[in-house]
């Protein structure tokens, strides 16, 4: 190779690490993105509306005159879901977890993991039509008061949903421990559950409880199922048989209306994002932390 | 915890109690299954029945009976080629830079931590994103290319988590082997790792898209709508997805559109099988191959 073509591949190479430096700096291009975006099209609407009103205000009527913009229904409808969600998940989410890692055979487990990743894989909308068309004819037929959009069933599907990913997570938290301990508990005369309940589980928990606050974190962002099936009345009440709105159902709910533009109720979806945003990235944050210190034990 | 305390127990109670528990855990898996079938079967016998010739070729319509779903499958489709173009060259380019090129200091750090938040950013903030920047700020509108932009956004982060951990599954012996006879760090890369690591990115890009196909909130939030009823002709024109026919048909209160979004569900989630088949067919030769 001559000393030219030693210099243009020097400039070549040159310019292929500059795009793929700019490919990677684009994610932070894009958080900055929204980030600016949300607080730019919110400010409108803190003109308008004080901020400590927003975050405090106990009614959310922005599309009827009086108009009130108080925030919390949609958080505590928002909460509904997660705790509803969670009760669904949590317990088959974690049994599914020990038994693929404590029972399962390895054909077993070629079997249900693939399962969970269907689960997993299926879009949000179809959850939300088979909240509306299966689960709440189920629970109506269970329990007559029980409003056509309710907060149970969406709960409910919204549980199915992160599901897997508890599972899977908690699955490999579970792994993640080494055989020692499990052979050192059982060598004392422990049994499978004991060995499970008093070394194992405390060993993986900050893994468990992980994978439980993702979990959250995603019920708390899911849009479409709840959207479809919890209806689109913002209240405080916690009654599972009522119809409830969360933050993201409140997006949709603007976005497909006719809401014009500039209007405080438009720039509401902002602000709503912006918390809603927040909320998701502190709880992230707290779940990656706790991940990062299972980490460090184990590997 | 009295109920964990064995120590007054005799061994065969120990025992039945971990078989107790043992059941109850199988029990559970088992219904993971049942969810599974229950989904399936619901969706399925309304849906199945639906899908014909005319369901396939047909716009949307005020009657139920003249109801099709080509205007959104062909917008899915166009979604997501765009979607793929834009996200595939970016994020395997982001994966490449952070597993190969990237210095390990505090900006690549930055850029880790911050991947690995954007991944758990609900969809609708990207929809949001997409209706300021795309839709408003660069005046694209509701066209294909705007909803392909926000999708692309939305799965960076998953193609780009997926790519790095193909490409750090690359032995390292490969690339000393190539840099010792002279290639550049780039010819390595682009003739040997990139190579090796195929399968594992295609595979996570796959995934990505499926994704893409079944997102529904951020469409909505930059104000795709499901009233169209012609496919789209290029990248500017307004255009509907299989997700959005589904829910703008489940919100509908009579029960025959609720029935066609049945219709719709089967024909995206036939969509999601081909394109996991694909993954699945990959994932097994690369490991054929491996081996």
């Not at chain 1, 209240?235 to 969360?246: G, R």
């Not at chain 2, 082997?177 to 890009?205: D, S």
Request: with cysteine; proline share 5%.
């Amino acid at each position: 190779m001559n000393i030219l073509a030693q210099k243009k591949s020097r400039w070549l190479e040159g310019g292929i690490h500059g795009f793929l430096f700019f490919c990677a700096f684009l994610s932070i291009l894009t958080t900055v993105t929204i980030v600016v975006s949300l607080v730019w099209e919110s400010i409108p609407f803190f003109f308008e509306v004080a901020p400590l009103d927003f975050l405090l205000g106990t009614t959310w009527q922005p599309l009827i005159v009086p108009r009130e913009y108080g925030v919390l229904p949609l958080v505590v409808g928002t909460l509904q879901i997660v705790v509803g969600s969670a009760l669904v998940a949590i317990p088959i989410g974690v049994c599914c977890a020990i038994y693929l890692s404590e029972y399962a055979s390895p054909r077993m487990r070629k079997i249900v993991k693939p399962t969970l990743e269907v689960l997993a894989g299926i879009p949000t909308i179809v959850y939300g039509y088979f909240a509306l068309t299966a689960i709440t004819p189920v629970l109506k037929s269970i329990y007559s008061g029980t409003e056509t959009y309710n907060a149970a069933s969406a709960s409910i599907v919204v549980g199915i949903m992160i599901l897997p990913m508890i599972a899977s997570l908690c699955d490999d938290a579970l792994r993640a421990v080494p055989g020692s301990l499990r052979q050192g508990a059982m060598a004392l005369g422990a049994t499978r559950f004991e060995a499970l309940t008093r070394v194992i589980f405390p060993a993986a928990l900050s893994g468990i409880t992980a994978s439980f606050v993702l979990a959250f974190s995603r019920a708390v962002g899911e849009t479409m199922a709840v959207s479809i099936a919890a209806g689109a009345t913002p209240s405080m009440s916690f009654l599972p048989t009522e119809s409830i709105q969360t933050m993201t159902a409140f997006i949709v709910q603007v976005s497909m209306g006719d809401t014009p533009r500039g209007t405080p109720e438009y720039h509401a979806i902002f602000a709503v994002g912006m918390l809603l945003f927040l909320i998701t990235l502190g709880i992230n944050m707290v779940a990656h932390r706790v991940l990062r210190k299972y980490r460090e034990v184990y590997e | 915890m009295s109920w964990l305390d064995t120590a007054n127990l005799n061994l065969r109670k120990r025992r039945r109690r971990a078989l107790y528990f043992k059941s109850i855990c199988s029990l559970f898996t088992w219904s993971c299954f049942v969810l599974l079938a229950v989904l399936l079967v619901h969706v399925g016998h309304k849906g199945v029945g639906l899908i014909d010739v005319d369901f396939l070729r047909n716009a949307p319509s005020w009657r139920p009976e003249d109801c099709g779903i080509w205007p959104a499958i062909a917008g899915s489709l166009w979604m997501m080629g765009l979607t793929a173009l834009i996200s595939i060259p970016c994020g395997v380019s982001a994966a490449l830079y952070l597993e190969e090129f990237a210095p390990k200091n505090r900006w690549a750090h930055l850029i880790d931590v911050n991947i690995s938040n954007l991944a758990g950013v609900p969809s609708i903030v990207y929809g949001i994103l997409g209706a300021t920047v795309f839709v408003r700020f660069l005046a694209l509108e509701q066209s294909v290319l705007a909803g392909s932009l926000t999708m692309s956004l939305l799965v960076l982060p998953v193609i780009i988590i997926a790519s790095r951990e193909a490409i750090r599954a690359v032995p390292s012996t490969i690339r000393h082997a190539a840099l010792a006879l002279g290639a550049t760090p780039w010819q390595t890369v682009v003739h040997h790792v990139l190579p090796t690591a195929l399968a594992g990115i295609l595979t996570g890009v796959i995934l990505a898209l499926s994704r893409a196909i079944g997102e529904t909130a951020p469409l909505i939030t930059i104000g795709a709508v499901a009233y169209i009823s012609d496919a789209p002709a290029g990248p500017m024109d307004s255009f509907t997805v299989l997700p959005l026919q589904i829910y703008s048909w489940t919100t509908k209160a009579q029960s025959e559109f609720q029935d066609l979004a049945a219709g719709g569900i089967v024909a995206l989630l036939v969509f999601l099988v081909i394109m996991n088949g694909i993954a699945v067919w990959i994932r097994h030769r690369a490991e054929g191959n491996a081996n």
